[in-house]
């Protein structure tokens, strides 16, 4: 018989489950919530995509991701700071649908830019603007760097295309399909606490 989760029948224990996912979804690359979606809204039109969870402080209830400044997201959140967030572990079935505002961080870049890989910092090397139309598939690096990593004279030229963003967390809303009982909890950010309820599922 599988042993019932604490977090199945009290808030607190599910605030804490809540945290230690997202802790370990910056810290450990296998983890379900080290890739989840961000929904940004662009005029009428939603817009979703899969990015990397880069950081998360739950004493001020903040989510870091890493973006190239020329793409579409960054005039998105321009017009619209509002953001959703979808992160789902299919092992336990457990997603949690954040809302938030998100802003350009423009604290620690230099630190932040300084600690990626070489690897990494091709990714903001492109000529090309991010989205934009082209005759024919292509993976966006410089053909330069397709097969080995840029040094680090030329991985500097991508810091100018390089940003973060901050989205602070106002609520999220956790389901749970257990087999032992299907849960659904509200949590809500009040002055950096959070502040939960039941809700059925």
């Given amino acids: ?13 599910l605030e804490k489950e809540i945290i230690s996912k997202l802790n370990r979804g ?5 983890s379900a919530f080290n890739l989840f979606v961000l ?12 990015v990397v969870l880069r950081n998360f402080c739950s ?6 991701i890493h973006s190239d400044l020329r793409s579409k997201k960054i005039s998105e959140l ?7 967030l979808n992160f ?40 090309k603007t991010p989205g934009k139309f082209t005759k024919k598939g292509i993976s966006g ?3 330069n760097f397709l097969n080995n990593p840029p040094d680090q004279k030329h991985s500097s030229e991508g810091k100018k295309n390089f940003c973060q963003i901050k989205i602070f967390i106002k609520s999220m809303d956790c389901l749970i399909l257990n087999r032992l ?12 606490k959070m502040y939960g309820k039941w809700l059925i599922p």
């Fill in 1 to 13: 018989m599988k042993t019932r989760p604490l977090y199945l029948d009290c808030l607190i224990e």
């Fill in 181 to 192: 009982g299907y849960r659904r909890a509200l949590f809500q950010n009040k002055s950096n």
């Fill in 39 to 50: 929904s940004t809204l662009s005029e009428n039109n939603v817009n979703s995509r899969i």
């Fill in 88 to 127: 789902w572990d299919p092992k336990t079935n457990f997603q949690i649908r954040v809302r938030g505002e998100a802003e350009k961080d423009k604290l620690n870049i230099e630190k932040v830019w300084d600690k990626l890989s070489n690897w990494s910092k091709r990714n903001y090397l492109s000529k």
């Fill in 59 to 64: 004493v001020r209830w903040e989510i870091l």
């Fill in 141 to 143: 690096f410089d053909e």
């Fill in 78 to 84: 321009q017009l619209n700071k509002k953001v959703c």
């Fill in 26 to 30: 910056y810290l450990d690359k296998k």
